[in-house]
C-alpha cells in the first residue's frame, strides 16, 4: 500500500508541474539536476522547452506553417524551421554558419524520424528563390513543413545545445583573460532564470555567437559574445535578463550604425528593439 501511496503522491505532483510554469530560478550547473535532453548543462522540462520553441517560431516564423520554409529576398539559401536554419545549396557556401544539416544530424541522433530525401540530400535541393517559392505546395515542401512544424520540441534542445557549444568558442575568441572570466560569469549569470535561457538561446540563434570575421562591420560585432561582453554588472536571475535585454539594443544599434548604407538595416531596427525587449518577459 505505500508504494501505491507513493505512486499516487508522484503522479499528483507531475500533473500540478504540467499547469503551474515553475517560478523558480534555472541552475545551470548539471548537480542535482536530471540529465538535459540535448546533453548540455542548461536543464529544460518539456513544457519550457515547447514553450520556448513557439516562442522562437513565433518571433522568427509569425508562428506560422509556412514560415517555417522561408527563403528571404536577397539572400541565397532557404531558412528553415522554427530558428530559420540556413540550408545552402550545394557549391555555394556562405559566410553564415549552415546549420540546417546540424540539425538534421542531431535528430537522427535522437532518434528523430526525418524524411529520407532531407537526409541524402547533398544541399537544399531548390536552386534559387523561384524554384523554391514555385515549389511552395508541392508534396515535398508540404511534408517538410509538417516534419518542422511536429519536432518544435527538438529543435529547441538542439538551440539550447549550440548555446552550450557557444560558451567555449566565445572565450577562445576573447583575448583578454578578465573579458574571459566576465563572459562565462554573466553567462551563467543570464541562465539562471528560465527567461534568461530563453533570451540566451533565441539570441544565439537570431544573431549568432559573434565569433567570426565576416560577422562584423568596421571590426563590431553583434554576436552573442558582444552582447554578453557590453552588459554591465548584474546580479543573477531576471535582473541579468533585463540587463541582456538593454545590452542586445546597444549592439544592435551599432551594427545599423556600422552598417553599408546599400543594406538599409535600420529597416529592421523596429522589429530588432521589440524582439529584444520580450527577453525582459521569457515565453
Not at 539550447?160 to 578578465?178: F, G, I, N, Q
Amino acid at each position: 500500500m505505500s508504494h501505491l501511496l507513493k505512486w499516487l503522491t508522484n503522479l499528483s505532483m507531475v500533473f500540478l508541474a504540467g499547469c503551474v510554469s515553475p517560478a523558480p530560478p534555472l541552475n545551470p550547473s548539471p548537480t542535482g539536476l536530471p540529465p538535459s535532453p540535448h546533453g548540455g548543462k542548461i536543464f529544460l522540462t518539456t513544457l519550457d522547452a515547447e514553450a520556448i520553441g513557439k516562442k522562437i517560431w513565433r518571433n522568427e516564423c509569425a508562428g506560422t506553417v509556412e514560415g517555417l520554409t522561408t527563403w528571404n529576398s536577397g539572400e541565397d539559401f532557404p531558412s528553415l524551421g522554427i530558428g530559420h536554419f540556413i540550408w545552402y545549396v550545394e557549391g555555394r557556401p556562405g559566410p553564415f554558419d549552415e546549420s540546417f544539416p546540424k540539425l538534421i544530424s542531431y535528430m537522427e541522433a535522437n532518434q528523430v524520424r526525418v524524411p529520407q530525401w532531407v537526409i541524402d540530400a547533398p544541399g537544399s535541393p531548390w536552386q534559387l528563390r523561384t524554384e523554391f517559392d514555385d515549389a511552395k505546395h508541392s508534396p515535398q515542401m508540404r511534408e517538410l513543413r509538417q516534419f518542422l512544424a511536429d519536432t518544435v520540441i527538438h529543435q529547441t534542445n538542439f538551440i539550447v545545445l549550440r548555446l552550450e557549444e557557444a560558451l567555449p568558442k566565445m572565450k577562445a575568441a576573447t583575448k583578454d583573460a578578465t573579458d574571459r572570466k566576465r563572459l562565462e560569469e554573466t553567462f551563467y549569470k543570464v541562465a539562471s532564470s528560465r527567461t534568461g535561457v530563453y533570451a540566451l538561446i533565441d539570441y544565439v540563434n537570431f544573431k549568432g555567437e559573434g565569433i567570426k570575421a565576416e560577422e562584423k562591420y568596421n571590426g563590431v560585432g553583434w554576436g552573442l559574445r558582444d552582447v554578453i561582453l557590453e552588459m554591465g554588472e548584474t546580479p543573477d536571475g531576471n535582473a541579468a535578463a533585463e540587463e541582456f535585454s538593454e545590452a542586445a539594443k546597444r549592439t544592435l544599434k551599432r551594427r545599423i550604425i556600422n552598417s553599408p548604407p546599400s543594406r538599409g538595416e535600420s529597416r529592421w531596427e523596429a522589429g530588432w528593439m521589440n524582439r529584444c525587449e520580450s527577453y525582459k518577459h521569457g515565453f
